[in-house]
């Protein structure tokens, strides 16, 4: 059994900044891959950032791309998004995956664990 909790979401108005926790507990790994992705009201679940063992090994989609940062401590089994410039159309619900396989990837079905998700509100 693998656990993911979510914190850190919430309201923030444009053009400010959250970071979401990940804390990873039970039959997981530091060297696993772990992603976020993110569902809008109405939308798909969509990819947003991906890291390896390490932080050398990151992924973004484009439309976060030089705004989100995501980073790890695996002395902690935590990952992190750093989520600077928001824009409302960031508001989604924003999950936090683990994958067992060998490298990061943006395709959802490559995760075998997921947490529960958190809010985050961008107003105009």
């Known amino acids: 059994q693998v656990q993911l909790v979510e914190s850190g979401g919430g309201l923030v108005q444009a053009g400010g900044s959250l970071r979401l926790s990940c804390a990873a507990s039970?039959?997981?790994?530091?060297?696993?891959?772990m992603g976020w992705f993110r569902q809008a009201p109405g939308k798909e679940r969509e990819f947003v950032a991906a890291?390896?063992?390490?932080?050398?090994?990151?992924l973004y989609a484009n439309s976060v791309k030089g705004r989100f940062t995501i980073s790890r401590d695996n002395a902690k089994n935590t990952v992190y998004l750093q989520m600077n410039i928001l824009k409302p159309e960031d508001t989604a619900v924003y999950y936090c995956?683990?994958?067992?396989?060998?490298?990061?990837?943006?395709?959802?079905?490559?995760?075998?664990?997921w947490g529960q998700g958190t809010q985050v509100t961008v107003s105009s």
């Open positions: 995956a683990a994958s067992p396989l060998a490298i990061a990837t943006m395709t959802p079905g490559r995760y075998a664990y």
């Open positions: 039970g039959r997981t790994s530091s060297t696993w891959p």
């Open positions: 890291i390896g063992a390490s932080d050398v090994n990151t």
